[in-house]
């Protein structure tokens, strides 16, 4: 049993602690999951690691020990995911072609194909932070917490993600 | 920094899916799939999905073991107290109810007298779940019994208002028939679903006329 107040306080959150229904974070935030997703790792990868990440979530989800910034933790898990990604894709053959699906996106519905292609030539964290910014215009804070750096830091991705772009896409 | 800011509302602009119809459709096509596959490696505690039936709506929602939770209306909620009560792995997986679905369609259309879909009782203990289990063992369909009649099949002749506190809390009404179970002299008594739900699952059972 906790003996002082500070750890019977922290004792008594930790058991009151009320998870809302795993379905309602996919509702809310599922579809900007999949856009973080897709934006960072491109159609077919991006497909594969929102599975992955919801995956993932899931079997840690009983586990947590508060219920506040769901939504950063499941960017938090995705984030990693995009990271272990490109490690893996470092190791192994880019597949030959996407499924005629994705195809079919590509030739009608992707925005400024160049842009993303070099967003997604980015390192993760630089990914991360602007995919994040620009896409969803969350506050720095909220970016080093997904990424797993400072306030500070976090800006400083942002800026050398951008500088880097802008050197790499024709204005 | 003019092409610092321009390359940012290039970005803001920008996306890789711009439709949301199609991606909302991805979206949901990919939920579903890795609900799936989690449900397939055991993570998935519970699973609901919301059924239309004579009587109105249903939600419905399974654990692996079976059947857990039958409440009258969508999901509103239903939905939350299953994560408060069993746990926060709580999904919309319509695939897992397939089998209490169709044993219920076939009730309702009157081809199906006993449900065989297996069922989750730890929502109810004690007193309670004791008479909701003699209830689904001796009452058939087409029958009914009386409070007081229920209390001395479970051998407290004296505690009808327990067993009315039983069904008031039944967590499965329906494949757990508490709709069968009257005041003495026939008179219906309350009813989750309503009194008219009642009445009418009665009269299609043909335990009630007119």
């Not at chain 2, 746990?87 to 169709?102: F, N, T």
């Not at chain 2, 879909?117 to 009914?144: I, W």
Request: hydrophobic residues 40%; charged residues 30%.
């Amino acid at each position: 049993m906790p003996r002082d107040l500070t750890e019977r306080v922290a004792w008594t959150f930790a058991v009151a602690v009320r998870l809302p229904p795993f379905q309602s974070l996919l509702d809310a935030h599922g579809s900007d999951l999949h856009r973080f997703l897709v934006a960072s790792a491109g159609p077919h990868d991006g497909d594969d690691l929102f599975q992955e990440t919801v995956l993932s979530a899931l079997r840690a989800y009983p586990g947590l020990r508060h219920a506040e910034n769901l939504r950063g933790w499941l960017f938090t898990i995705a984030h990693r995911k995009i990271v272990d990604g490109a490690r893996g894709r470092s190791r192994r053959p880019v597949p030959a072609a996407d499924p005629p699906e994705v195809a079919q996106v590509d030739g009608d519905g992707l925005v400024d194909a160049e842009l993303w292609e070099a967003v997604r030539r980015l390192a993760p964290k630089q990914r991360s932070a602007v995919v994040q910014r620009y896409l969803f215009d969350r506050p720095y804070a909220e970016i080093g917490a997904v990424i797993g750096c400072s306030e500070a830091a976090a800006r400083q991705n942002v800026r050398a993600g951008l500088h880097r772009l802008r050197q790499e896409v024709t204005p | 920094m003019n092409a610092v800011d321009d390359l940012a509302a290039r970005l803001r602009r920008a996306d890789a899916r711009p439709r949301a119809a199609d991606r909302d459709a991805d979206v949901d096509q990919l939920v579903e799939a890795a609900l799936r596959r989690a449900d397939a490696e055991g993570l998935v505690d519970v699973a609901w999905a919301v059924e239309d039936t004579p009587i109105g709506p249903l939600t419905l929602a399974t654990t692996p073991v079976g059947v857990v939770r039958i409440a009258f209306g969508g999901e509103e909620g239903v939905v939350e107290e299953l994560a408060s009560q069993l746990s926060p792995r709580v999904v919309h997986l319509r695939a897992r109810l397939d089998e209490v679905r169709r044993e219920l369609e076939e009730y309702f259309a009157g081809r199906r007298r006993r449900f065989d879909v297996p069922v989750d009782r730890r929502l109810s203990r004690g007193y309670r779940r004791a008479v909701l289990e003699a209830l689904s063992r001796e009452v058939p369909y087409g029958r009914t019994v009386s409070y007081k009649e229920l209390a001395e099949r479970t051998g407290n002749p004296k505690a009808s208002r327990a067993v009315g506190s039983a069904m008031a809390t039944n967590p499965i009404p329906i494949v757990v028939p508490c709709h069968r179970v009257l005041y003495t002299g026939g008179a219906l008594g309350p009813y989750g679903g309503g009194p008219d739900t009642k009445a009418w699952l009665l009269r299609h059972e043909g335990a009630l006329l007119g």
